[in-house]
């Protein structure tokens, strides 16, 4: 009932500011964290004012902004990285690195914090030309998927529902990044029958 209301608060919203709704709207992503706004219902809206092709553009251009904006925030606001660290070291652990496709399927499942999957990619890139080109990358799926498909997926059957997460998972799977750890010992171990002395 709350996504019904606050999709239909934020359609009314943008649709009676005319000329300027597409910046309203891509400032409405910037604004969304503020407000508890799940990044799907933006997207959503944004296919039903400005159809898929527009709605997913102005979609991508809204989160990566936010996501540079996090970058710069991040190293500024001792708090907002305390409080992102805390959750990253709760749901991820300390030494987890994602690949930017992981990341890109993690960002389509609504319940996962879209600034903690910005700090995944700031570990796993050098700079900030590195960190925008994966915001960017990252940020076109989920764009993509709530503005095209997003009517249709609160309407799936749970058992759709299961199957679109078990096949994200199995794709996240394929797309880890693949290494071997080999523990020092283990590699410098001495065969059997052969000395070293």
């Known amino acids: 009932m709350y996504l019904d209301e606050t999709m239909t608060l934020l359609f009314v919203f943008i649709e009676s500011t005319g000329l300027l709704a597409p910046i309203i709207f891509i400032g409405m992503h910037l604004i969304r964290p503020f407000f508890f706004i799940p990044v799907p219902v933006i997207c959503i809206v944004g296919g039903i004012l400005f159809g898929s092709v527009f709605g997913t553009i ?20 001792p708090r907002l990285a305390k409080k992102i660290n805390n959750l990253k070291q709760k749901w991820l652990g300390e030494r987890v690195n994602f690949t930017i496709g992981q990341i890109a399927i993690l960002r389509l499942i609504p319940f996962i914090n879209f600034h903690l999957l910005s700090l995944c990619i700031k570990d796993v890139t050098r700079n900030f030309r590195e960190y925008a080109k994966g915001s960017f990358y990252t940020n076109i799926p989920v764009a ?16 759709v529902i299961l199957a679109i997460l078990l096949a994200l998972t199995l794709l996240f799977y394929l797309l880890r990044e693949k290494q071997v750890i080999i523990k020092w010992h283990e590699f410098f171990k001495p065969k059997a029958g052969r000395s070293y002395q």
């Open 144 to 159: 993509l998927l709530y503005t095209v498909f997003g009517q249709f997926i609160r309407e799936f059957s749970t058992t």
């Open 58 to 77: 102005y979609s991508i251009l809204g989160l990566t902004m936010l996501s540079i904006l996090f970058y710069f925030l991040y190293s500024q606001v």
